[in-house]
């Protein structure tokens, strides 16, 4: 059965850094888009946070200089580094895999795997 699963999530104070992975079963990451995506309850799922594809990366305004997202393709695993959290940051983290190309932060449709999502609260 092919799915990600996302893990890292947690409680963190304002400031402080959490590392969140992205693991694939079934396939290989390698010529995947991967995305990452958060959603605050009540609210809908917006672009993405940051994608990673073909060797290229990219991150949003909105997260711009505090997170990082890599792979480690002998894993099979793509995280999500977070530094200098702010409240607002709380949500539900996902992970997506597409298997082609996507470069476009904005877009939600053509991931084929979604993870179930790991719950990250920054709060003092």
């Known amino acids: 059965q092919l799915h990600v699963v996302e893990s890292g999530g947690g409680l963190v104070q304002p400031g402080g850094s959490l590392r969140l992975s992205c693991a694939a079963s079934?396939?290989?990451?390698?010529?995947?888009?991967i995305g990452w995506f958060r959603q605050v309850p009540g609210k809908e799922r917006e672009g993405a946070l940051c994608?990673?594809?073909?060797?290229?990366?990219k991150c949003g305004d909105s997260v711009k200089g505090r997170f990082t997202i890599s792979r480690d393709n002998a894993k099979n695993t793509v995280y999500l580094q977070m530094n200098s959290l702010k409240p607002e940051d709380t949500a539900v983290y996902y992970c997506?895999?597409?298997?082609?190309?996507?470069?476009?932060?904005?877009?939600?449709?053509?991931?084929?795997?979604w993870g179930q999502g790991t719950q990250v609260t920054v709060s003092s």
């Open positions: 997506a895999a597409a298997p082609w190309l996507i470069d476009d932060l904005t877009r939600t449709v053509g991931y084929d795997y």
């Open positions: 994608i990673s594809s073909s060797g290229s990366t």
């Open positions: 079934g396939f290989t990451l390698d010529y995947y888009t």
